[in-house]
């Protein structure tokens, strides 16, 4: 039995929506069964990863797929096309893939959407798509009316290629955990918008396109970046969770390592939200085997996106799924985002 | 100047998703603006072709996404899953990628929808994935607030390979239309249900993947097929429309040549909607070089979705761009869906 296997309620709710296990288990309950084998060279659905790869030749297609619902559609920092871009280029780099081949994105609009905003949330995606060496190739284009849908959602999906697939699954006892900057910055200035405080803080998404930050530390890495994954929905915590189960190890964390801005952090006391919880999508974590993670924290270190990485735990083989944090002065279970708290996020 | 350049409106009403030229002017104008080009060997989105393709090696990837909005969510003869699987397998065949490699799907749920029908959905996803011979690798689960989405809306993205890609624009003077089967089934099913005349008549959805079938026509037509297109939002009269524009030829259409369900006509009078504006979902309209017209017609013929197939019309020099319909008692210009007549219909 795994730590999924919990019951689906009769009605779905909010909860499943956040990237925590209710998630996970509607997906494995619901989703994935019966579908999604990809065969033994590859990565399916079953695998519950940033994205799919098949094995095409001696290399591999890399798919990942995304909607965003993000609400207010603009935010400090970013917007929900500059989130869909990066989103759909960061899955695929979380899987190996650095070097995005092509997006499509699908749009539907609510009856009503004034054009001049489409215009700008358009502009946002061309230009994320220069940025990330990438484009759109294809799309769709739905109208639903005034009351059947509130505003504006994107779906983005993605492929590139990679000779060297990264699961989110390949750590063992001794293996560090990098991330590669401030945790939590997006989710708390959505937040942080929702309730009013934009203009008290200087608080902005961290929104991002990291591929090249990813190739960079592969690059350094070599063999030995052994798991990648995109801390979005749930945060590190659902993303360090997700990593520990999937790769039977525990998951020391330690809290005075983690990379925090202060802004955030008082935002997150303000609000009660952990900003450990919150989404990033400027972000990545790594594991990465002892020998060579002083020169991928390096590596990632000169990238303008990563120079506020640090090194913030390490692999041990007991409580294999779960993740301890370190306090400095004890420790105690992290716990998930589970419920209601951050619905619409990205 | 072309028959899209007209102005858009200063919010994006219903009309812009009918799949109609207020349509295709959005996306000429707002979303393809510095996005999609793939170089010369290959389908981009300026193309607004069924997807789009890319050359890898000695092959073409081909990319299509859709994002389905359908209500009511199961109607006569199908629902949203088949609907999403269905269109995408055909969109990739339509392209000439008649075997679908693999397929994505993003799922958006109102807070609070039922367990069980989501269950139900994806049972019909399954099976439809394993009648199309394919499967669903990667996905994504967003749950929207009551009152800021109705019911559940569906992303799916299809990717498949192959070495001859058939775009939408190949046709000139006297090349023959095929029709693989009765027009306009899927649109008046929908309308039929919602306007509660379901119970007074058998009228069905004919959504159904059909790859097998273009796979067939290909097989027997080799380059004398020139052209693929999807019936889909706008019916028969917007396919050809977008057809007979981009090839630059006019196309004159034989209305007592096109297979069209007694049910059909019947509902469409008693709703005034054209059949011939109607979606279809299991149907493809081909372009063929007169000399292979025939080999072609009795293969589709030859195949279970494809026994009403027929002959419709021929391609001409005269009026490029535009559709004329010979009654047999004279002849008229074919009007396009336009308005707001026909939202939510995939």
Known sequence: MTRNARFIDERITLKYGTGGGS?????????AKGLGDVGDDGIGLAAMDDGAAIRIGDQYLVIATDSHVVQPIEFPGGDIGRL???GTVNDLAMMGATEPLALTCAVIIEDGFPRDDLKRIWESIRATCEEAGTTIVTGD????????????VLNTTGVGLTKRLVSDAGLRAGDKILVTGTMGDHGLAIMATRNELALETTL???????????????????????????????????ALHEMAEKSGV??????????????????????????????????????????????VLDAVRSHP????????????SERPGFVVLDTGFGSRLLAEAEGELLPRIC
């Not at 998630?23 to 989703?31: H, N, P, Y």
């Not at 809290?255 to 990033?280: C, F, H, K, Q, Y």
């Not at 990563?306 to 041990?316: L, S």
């Open 23 to 31: 998630m996970r288990a509607l997906i494995e309950q619901v989703f």
């Open 84 to 86: 869909a871009i990066s």
């Open 141 to 152: 284009t739905k109208v639903m009316g005034h009351g059947e849908l509130d505003g504006l």
């Open 204 to 238: 902005e998404s961290d929104v991002a396109p990291v591929h090249t930050l990813v190739r960079r530390a592969l690059d350094v890495g070599g063999e030995g970046v052994v798991a990648l994954k995109d801390p979005t929905r749930g945060g590190l915590s659902s």
């Open 250 to 295: 525990g998951i020391i964390l330690d809290e005075t390592a983690i990379p925090l801005r202060e802004e955030v952090r008082a935002v997150g006391e303000l609000l009660g939200i952990d900003p450990l919880v919150s989404a990033n999508e400027g972000k990545a974590v790594f594991g990465l085997r002892p020998d060579c993670a002083e020169a």
């Open 305 to 316: 996106l990563g120079r506020n990485a640090a090194i913030v735990g390490e692999c041990v």
